[in-house]
């Protein structure tokens, strides 16, 4: 109850900052809040629970306004003390960051979205407000990695204009992080040319002018907040899955790109740090597959000529763990728990190496259920390959389906006899694995009563390109050989569909279990881009999605651990996300209230962040 009431009092808090705020910053033209009135007093002393709050000009301005009551809210909730804390700038010293003084800083970040995968042309007003800022100071963040979107700023209709709207709206998330003491990293999410993290992107690399108004309005964004030290700095894209010829001339397009975007920031402004991250995939130029893979030895970092430069890399190791549950993800059938020392990772690349190619196929013109058999296998046990079984659904059409029930993989001995069954679903209830299109068509679905046997079974449909659905890896054991088998229906106008079992063969580096040296390893295969070359490394997201904290999977095991490794490493960070729908601290529409926090992740967060400062 008490929890409840220090919310809703934050809340009346936001209201009455939001309009102060306002008032302070002149975005209600022709008001003012007059000291003689009474009405600051009175706003102050409802604020504080004080008889006489008002009348005091805090900040030093020569005026009582609502910048006075701001920095009087952050009083009451910082025990008496107001901390300004931006007498200077955060700069990089090798591989630290620093403050004014030389003292190492720290970014302990929290992520406000802002709901910029639209591309929204107004400001989210049930996003967050001044309370969030001031919640996130209490809970032990110093940061956030504030998202921004390129339509909030200037419109396609008329490029390298620029609306005010955006920038007010920037102003008053700026005041409500200054009396907070929170800092913001600027982090462009949503760029002209497109969303990059799936691949949607594309125009941003293959048509030369929205380089040019990217670089636009990050060098006008600079201009305007050149002296302002509540900005760590600014993240010039989000997640580039830049598109090229090859995977190389990716990586040469971006770092092109990223320098041209820090030269126009640096024409106006030397104080800020710039946030640059290492290329997140590769893309075709007709934007319809990427590559996920790394193509330098350095993780796909990329160097930029500035000394005032952090490297950002993100970190939702292992995917099919953080983002199970999710069909936008492609883990909607995923059920992994954190930690799993029967579940294997790969460390470092993963590429497919081959298939059962030479198997049964499906009869396209029949309808009726169908036995078929993958060739056998033999994978090497080296501790360099690993297998999967895959339900492979090729071009069955906009209208067509495949569907697959008893799905099984088997082992066999040298002489080939039957060993063991490693992976056995009849789809008796809902179970779905791990999707993936060549085209983005297509999807998975869990048909109920459609299975071989009356009960469930697997379907994938829609699908216009190659493209399957796969089970976690498996360990192959020498000299063994492995088969994919199972009944199958198809219904299909296509005589070019080709749905059959088959067993994958994955290359990896090495083989690990879903633990904590797994989580280690992969956060150190990205810190050791700053020890080679004595620059900052910064994880500018990590998180866990909602499913990882149902049912005991973990996801307060997975964040503690990767909180503890940052720690240890000394290495910033940023969690994604306050108010979200799939990864927030808070989910839900309106503002964030505590019927949609998610109380575990809450705890873990504090607990974590307060061990930070011992």
Same mark, same amino acid.
């Not at 050149?226 to 580039?240: K, Q, R, S």
């Not at 791990?434 to 994938?460: C, I, R, T, V």
């Given at each position: 109850?008490?929890?409840?009431?220090?919310?809703?009092?934050?809340?009346?808090?936001? *209201?009455?900052?939001?309009?102060?705020?306002?008032?302070?910053?002149?975005?209600?033209?022709?008001?003012?809040?007059?000291?003689?009135?009474?009405?600051?007093?009175?706003?102050?002393?409802?604020?504080?629970?004080?008889?006489?709050?008002?009348?005091?000009?805090?900040?030093?301005?020569?005026?009582?306004?609502?910048?006075?009551?701001?920095?009087?809210?952050?009083?009451?909730?910082?025990?008496?003390?107001?901390?300004?804390?931006?007498?200077?700038?955060?700069?990089?010293?090798?591989?630290?960051?620093?403050?004014?003084?030389?003292?190492?800083?720290?970014?302990?970040?929290?992520?406000?979205?802002?709901?910029?995968?639209?591309?929204?042309?107004?400001?989210?007003?049930?996003?967050?407000?001044? *309370?969030?800022?001031?919640?996130?100071?209490?809970?032990?963040?110093?940061?956030?990695?504030?998202?921004?979107?390129?339509?909030?700023?200037?419109?396609?209709?008329?490029?390298?204009?620029?609306?005010?709207?955006?920038?007010?709206?920037?102003?008053?998330?700026?005041?409500?992080?200054?009396?907070?003491?929170?800092?913001?990293?600027?982090?462009?999410?949503?760029?002209?040319?497109?969303?990059? =993290?799936?691949?949607?992107?594309? !125009?941003?690399?293959? /048509?030369?002018?929205?380089?040019?108004?990217?670089?636009?309005?990050?060098?006008?964004?600079?201009?305007?907040?050149?002296?302002?030290?509540?900005?760590?700095?600014?993240?010039?894209?989000? /997640?580039?899955?830049?598109? *090229?010829?090859?995977?190389?001339?990716?990586?040469?397009?971006?770092?092109?790109?990223?320098?041209?975007?820090?030269?126009?920031?640096?024409?106006?402004?030397?104080?800020?740090?710039?946030?640059?991250?290492?290329?997140?995939?590769?893309?075709?130029?007709?934007?319809?597959?990427?590559?996920?893979?790394?193509?330098?030895?350095?993780?796909?970092?990329?160097?930029?000529?500035? #000394?005032?430069?952090?490297?950002?890399?993100?970190?939702?190791?292992?995917?099919?763990?953080?983002?199970?549950?999710?069909?936008?993800?492609?883990?909607?059938?995923?059920?992994?728990?954190?930690?799993?020392?029967?579940?294997?990772?790969?460390?470092?690349?993963?590429?497919?190496? @081959?298939? @059962?190619?030479?198997? $049964?196929?499906?009869?396209? /013109?029949?309808?009726?259920?169908?036995?078929?058999?993958?060739?056998?296998?033999?994978?090497?046990?080296?501790?360099?390959?690993?297998?999967?079984?895959?339900?492979?659904?090729?071009?069955?059409?906009?209208?067509?389906? !495949?569907?697959?029930?008893?799905?099984?993989?088997?082992?066999?001995?040298?002489?080939?006899?039957?060993?063991?069954?490693?992976?056995?679903?009849?789809?008796?209830?809902?179970?779905?694995?791990?999707?993936?299109?060549?085209? #983005?068509?297509?999807?998975?679905?869990?048909?109920?009563?459609?299975?071989?046997?009356?009960?469930?079974?697997?379907?994938?449909?829609?699908?216009?390109?190659?493209?399957?659905?796969?089970?976690?890896?498996?360990?192959?054991?020498?000299?063994? =050989?492995?088969?994919?088998?199972?009944?199958?229906?198809?219904?299909?106008?296509?005589?070019?569909?080709?749905?059959?079992?088959?067993?994958?063969?994955?290359?990896? $580096?090495?083989?690990?279990?879903?633990?904590?040296?797994?989580?280690?390893?992969?956060?150190?295969?990205?810190?050791?881009?700053?020890?080679?070359?004595?620059?900052?490394?910064?994880?500018?997201?990590?998180? *866990?999605?909602?499913?990882?904290?149902?049912?005991?999977?973990?996801?307060?095991?997975?964040?503690?651990?990767?909180? /503890?490794?940052?720690?240890?490493? #000394?290495?910033?960070?940023?969690?994604?996300?306050?108010?979200?729908?799939?990864?927030?601290?808070?989910?839900?529409?309106?503002?964030?209230?505590?019927?949609?926090?998610?109380?575990?992740?809450?705890?873990?967060?504090?607990?974590?962040?307060?061990?930070?400062?011992?």
């Amino acid at each position: 109850m008490q929890m409840q009431i220090q919310h809703q009092l934050r809340r009346v808090a936001a *209201a009455l900052l939001t309009a102060a705020v306002a008032v302070g910053t002149g975005a209600f033209s022709g008001l003012a809040l007059e000291t003689d009135s009474g009405t600051l007093e009175n706003l102050q002393a409802f604020l504080l629970g004080k008889e006489n709050a008002g009348g005091t000009d805090c900040n030093g301005d020569g005026v009582v306004d609502g910048m006075d009551l701001a920095l009087l809210r952050q009083q009451q909730f910082d025990g008496g003390e107001i901390q300004d804390g931006y007498a200077g700038f955060i700069r990089t010293d090798g591989k630290l960051l620093v403050d004014e003084n030389g003292k190492q800083y720290l970014i302990k970040g929290m992520a406000i979205g802002n709901d910029v995968w639209s591309n929204p042309t107004t400001a989210p007003a049930q996003d967050h407000d001044a *309370a969030s800022y001031q919640e996130l100071a209490d809970m032990g963040f110093d940061s956030v990695r504030f998202y921004l979107n390129y339509a909030m700023f200037e419109s396609d209709s008329k490029p390298y204009t620029y609306r005010e709207e955006g920038f007010r709206w920037l102003d008053t998330n700026i005041a409500w992080a200054k009396a907070a003491g929170i800092r913001l990293v600027l982090n462009m999410h949503y760029p002209q040319g497109g969303y990059q =993290s799936q691949g949607n992107g594309t !125009a941003l690399w293959t /048509e030369p002018e929205n380089q040019k108004r990217l670089c636009a309005l990050w060098t006008e964004i600079a201009k305007r907040y050149a002296d302002e030290p509540v900005i760590l700095g600014y993240g010039l894209v989000n /997640e580039p899955v830049v598109a *090229a010829a090859s995977g190389e001339e990716s990586l040469t397009l971006w770092q092109s790109v990223a320098q041209m975007l820090t030269d126009g920031i640096r024409t106006v402004d030397q104080n800020h740090m710039i946030f640059v991250e290492r290329m997140c995939a590769a893309q075709n130029l007709a934007g319809t597959q990427e590559q996920w893979i790394n193509f330098n030895d350095e993780n796909n970092y990329v160097h930029l000529d500035d #000394d005032n430069t952090v490297y950002e890399f993100h970190d939702y190791d292992p995917h099919a763990f953080t983002h199970q549950g999710f069909d936008w993800a492609g883990t909607l059938g995923n059920d992994v728990t954190y930690p799993d020392e029967s579940y294997l990772v790969s460390s470092g690349n993963a590429q497919w190496g @081959t298939s @059962t190619f030479a198997g $049964d196929r499906a009869d396209t /013109e029949s309808t009726e259920w169908q036995y078929l058999k993958s060739g056998r296998i033999t994978p090497k046990s080296n501790g360099t390959q690993l297998i999967s079984l895959v339900f492979q659904a090729q071009n069955i059409g906009d209208y067509g389906y !495949a569907r697959a029930d008893e799905l099984r993989l088997n082992e066999y001995d040298e002489d080939g006899s039957f060993v063991q069954t490693i992976y056995a679903n009849d789809f008796d209830s809902t179970s779905l694995l791990s999707f993936w299109s060549s085209n #983005d068509s297509g999807g998975q679905y869990y048909a109920s009563s459609e299975g071989h046997l009356a009960k469930g079974s697997l379907m994938l449909s829609g699908t216009t390109d190659d493209a399957n659905t796969s089970t976690r890896y498996f360990r192959p054991t020498a000299g063994h =050989s492995y088969e994919a088998c199972g009944y199958f229906q198809v219904n299909t106008k296509n005589a070019d569909a080709i749905v059959r079992p088959r067993v994958d063969v994955w290359n990896v $580096d090495s083989v690990e279990v879903l633990n904590r040296d797994y989580l280690e390893k992969s956060v150190a295969l990205n810190t050791a881009f700053s020890e080679k070359y004595n620059v900052p490394v910064y994880c500018g997201e990590f998180g *866990a999605g909602s499913h990882c904290f149902e049912n005991d999977r973990g996801g307060d095991r997975w964040i503690g651990d990767m909180l /503890e490794i940052f720690r240890d490493g #000394d290495v910033s960070f940023n969690y994604h996300a306050y108010h979200d729908g799939s990864f927030g601290l808070y989910e839900g529409g309106g503002l964030p209230s505590p019927a949609g926090r998610n109380d575990t992740l809450y705890q873990v967060l504090v607990e974590k962040l307060k061990k930070h400062t011992e």
